[in-house]
């Protein structure tokens, strides 16, 4: 667990070392494409079917998905100050479609070994992102940031 992680860091590192982490999140953005996909933009389902895939595999593979929202009181708590946070949403954009698709083509076995989604289910989401329109897309990940000293 992440959390122990950064409490021996803490120990381990020399007073007043000054550290950064940036930590993804693929949860958040969920509330308002789940919104929007509700409320008729149903062209957006490849977005929110990604990231429950990737949310999904985080845990198969007992990592946190949402360790970016308690980063900075974790810290905190292992006795770091001078803390500092953020939350910024990332561009939904060409190169994101692409990282995307890409992402599938990456964990396409484990996404069907898991049970998340078929090889199929995959290809089939893969041609829905290609051919989904990139202007006005809504964030489908942010990123945490997180500041602090020993």
């Not at 803490?10 to 007043?16: E, G, K, S, T």
């Not at 389902?45 to 990231?51: D, F, H, N, Q, T």
């Not at 994101?96 to 998340?116: A, H, K, W």
């Amino acid at each position: 667990m992440v959390e122990f992680v950064l409490g021996r860091l803490r120990a381990a590192l020399p007073p007043d070392t000054r550290i950064g982490f940036l930590e993804p999140d693929f949860r958040t953005p969920l509330a308002r494409l789940a919104y929007l996909e509700v409320t008729g933009r149903r062209e957006l389902s490849p977005l929110r079917i990604w990231a429950v895939a990737i949310n999904q595999l985080y845990q198969a593979n007992k990592l946190s998905p949402d360790i970016g929202s308690i980063l900075a009181k974790t810290l905190e708590y292992a006795g770091f100050h001078l803390l500092g946070e953020s939350w910024s949403e990332c561009l939904s954009d060409t190169l994101t479609i692409e990282n995307m698709v890409m992402f599938y083509d990456e964990v396409r076995d484990q996404l069907n070994s898991l049970g998340i989604l078929t090889a199929n289910e995959v290809e089939e989401q893969q041609r829905l992102l290609r051919v989904l329109p990139t202007k006005s897309l809504p964030a489908v990940w942010g990123i945490h940031g997180v500041t602090c000293r020993s």
